[in-house]
């Protein structure tokens, strides 16, 4: 009985929701409105599409098409100014202990993220060789709670999606592993992520028993 661990990108992997919140507050400034902190929680896991929709729903602003589409690309343009010059760094404390340690097991690893920028961004902290296959914002038509993301990185896995791990960050993306019948830990907030199967504060609280076990039982 083969397993297969699929990891989200953003909130998991590297701390970049910092860097969307950088991007959106700029933009929503410029068009005449604050964007909190506190805000921002709305848009983990959540398409860039639909962020743009939850910022001028925020603001109370009405876009035609045209400013629609350009606002999505001047968010983009500004975010990647940001991660432009991210290297390893920046990825999130003992992430690499368990991705390490499921490669020396030879368990297929998959990332599943709503990114269109996650494989530069894996590139440039130097983890892209760690994942066997990539399913991001860029390969699906249906944005987390939708298991789609999940599914789709399974199969390339060539695992059954029962026995799939998801470690996730976001509400959202917990529910698309848990709707996909795959085991979901939530990287987070206990009081947030409720819905996972086992919450961590981050993965500094992992240790290598609990992974043994979820690849063996
Ligand atoms: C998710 C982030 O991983 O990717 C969201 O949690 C983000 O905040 C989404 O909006 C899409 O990212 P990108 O890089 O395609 O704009
Ligand atoms: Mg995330």
């Known amino acids: 009985m083969k397993k297969g661990f699929i990891f989200d990108l953003d909130g998991v992997i590297v701390d970049t ?3 969307h919140y950088l991007a959106w507050k700029k933009l929503a400034n410029e068009l005449g409105f604050e964007f909190t ?4 929680e709305l ?4 398409s860039r599409k639909r962020c743009l929709e939850i910022l001028l729903d925020i603001g109370k602003r009405e876009a035609t098409q045209e400013e629609f589409d350009t606002w999505m690309v001047e968010k983009n343009v500004d975010y990647l100014k940001y991660i432009e010059n991210m290297d390893a760094s920046e990825i999130l404390p003992d992430v690499p202990k368990v991705l ?4 020396e097991n030879n368990i297929p690893i998959a990332l599943g993220s709503a990114s269109k920028n996650a494989q530069p961004i894996l590139e440039k902290v130097g983890l892209l060789p760690y994942f066997d296959t990539i399913v991001d914002g860029n390969n699906v038509t249906k944005a987390k709670p939708d298991p789609e993301v999940f599914l789709l990185a399974a199969k390339q896995l060539g695992v059954k999606p029962e026995d799939c791990v998801v470690f996730e960050d976001a509400v959202a993306g917990v529910e698309a592993a848990n709707a996909a019948k795959m085991i979901s830990i939530g990287i987070g907030d206990k009081n947030v992520l409720t819905e996972a199967n086992s919450i961590f504060t981050d993965f500094t609280e992992i240790n290598i028993d609990f992974i043994k076990n979820l690849i063996e039982n």
């Open 17 to 19: 929701a910092k860097y």
């Open 37 to 40: 902190v506190e805000q921002n």
């Open 43 to 46: 848009f983990k896991g959540v």
């Open 100 to 103: 390490q340690y499921l490669k």
